[in-house]
């Protein structure tokens, strides 16, 4: 047996190269008049696998590491390391496709390395407890999901100082709770199908270019009154 098939042989069943068939297949190959042109793009296609991706299991699915950088609508660049698998999916008229699921966990960071956020997604959807920080690395956010709904509380920091408390069951916001900047308690409400139904919320107001909040309270979902605050709030 020649070298060449040999080495095709191992390329085949090594899982690291995917679906790259085209490498192992040009090797087989023995015409000693052919080995040499073609070795050397079945080599560069080798060795570029592992840029594109690399694989593992998650949950006992096999899945892809990839990484997708892009900038938001406030020019913030963004990239996402995450985990997914291909699934074939139909569209309206019976054409199949293949779509991209994500399925495992994945880290979103700055330009400068440091993270913006991570979490874990199951098929597709966040599951989980996602974090967040900021560019000096304290923890702006913190986020509980299931099945790609929130679920639990959602919770946010400013300087390390509470900023907002909401508590959501199966995608459906409950209460919610604010803090002004020295910490004391602002507003404090509950929500009823998904509208403020109970209790004092914290709302933004713009006139002629002057931004103001007021506290605008709430009884069985009708707002009664609204007044307006002078403690220092962070938006």
């Known amino acids: ?20 068939r085209a490498a192992w297949l040009c090797l087989i190959i023995t015409d000693m008049r052919m ?10 296609l080798i060795l570029a696998c592992p840029l594109f991706a690399q694989s593992s299991d998650f949950e006992g699915k ?13 020019q913030n660049y963004n990239k996402e390391v995450y ?7 139909k569209d309206t008229d019976g054409t199949e496709f293949q779509v991209e699921v994500w399925h495992g966990p994945m880290v ?4 400068d390395g440091t993270k913006r956020y991570e979490g874990v997604y199951r098929h597709g959807k966040r599951d989980g407890l996602f974090l967040f920080w ?15 709904l929130l679920n639990g509380k959602y919770l946010e920091w400013r300087d390390g100082n ?12 409950v209460s919610e709770i604010g803090w002004d900047t020295k910490q004391n308690i602002l507003y404090q409400g509950s929500y009823k199908n998904n509208q403020r139904w109970e ?8 006139e002629k270019g002057n931004v103001s909040y007021v506290i605008s309270t709430y009884k069985e979902g009708r707002k009664i009154a609204e007044q307006a605050t002078t403690a220092s709030w962070w938006w």
């Open 62 to 74: 096999r899945v892809r590491q990839f990484t997708k950088v892009w900038t938001d609508d406030y």
């Open 134 to 148: 900021a560019e000096n690395g304290t923890k702006t956010g913190e986020a509980h999901w299931v099945g790609g």
């Open 83 to 89: 985990q997914a698998y291909g699934k074939a999916i």
């Open 108 to 111: 979103c960071y700055r330009e």
């Open 1 to 20: 047996m020649s070298v060449i098939p040999q080495i095709s042989k191992n390329l085949r069943h090594n899982k690291e190269f995917g679906g790259l």
């Open 162 to 173: 509470k900023m907002r408390e909401l508590l959501y069951e199966k995608g459906n916001i």
């Open 35 to 44: 080995k040499i042109t073609l070795l050397v793009p079945a080599l560069l």
């Open 199 to 206: 209790g004092t919320f914290v709302d933004r107001k713009s």
